[in-house]
Nanobody, 116 residues
Framework: QVQLQESGPGLVKPSQTVSLTCTVS??????????WNWIRQPPGKGLEWIGYIDYSGSTYYSPALKSRTSISRDTSKNQLTLQLSSVTPEDTAVYYC????????WGQGTQVTVSS
């Protein structure tokens, strides 16, 4: 069974770039037809899809966040990375790494708070 574990800095200042890592175990991120998503949930709001990197390394981003988002991978470590630049307090959220779709395997999430 695939397991996902997110990690990140927790607190970042406005205008900085936040970098989050997702470590995948129990399966390879290069396995055929798998998509590895980043999704976030701001406090009191619904889920927002950020983007994905697929089994081949191709990426696709939400148009709303595309200009500030980069998703990459390290196949030797079976890890995914999300970088979000020029953050503002509106980027405060729990960030999830999710396999799919369908979105069938979720990490526990990592809190990112943007505050000066």
């Amino acid at each position: 069974q695939v397991q996902l574990q997110e990690s990140g800095p927790g607190l970042v200042k406005p205008s900085q770039t936040v970098s989050l890592t997702c470590t995948v175990s129990g399966g390879s991120i290069t396995a055929n037809y798998d998509y590895w998503n980043w999704i976030r949930q701001p406090p009191g709001k619904g889920l927002e899809w950020i983007g994905y990197i697929d089994y081949s390394g191709s990426t696709y981003y939400s148009p709303a966040l595309k200009s500030r988002t980069s998703i990459s991978r390290d196949t030797s470590k079976n890890q995914l990375t999300l970088q979000l630049s020029s953050v503002t307090p509106e980027d405060t959220a729990v960030y999830y790494c999710v396999r799919g779709g369908p979105w069938d395997s979720w990490g526990q999430g990592t809190q990112v708070t943007v505050s000066s």
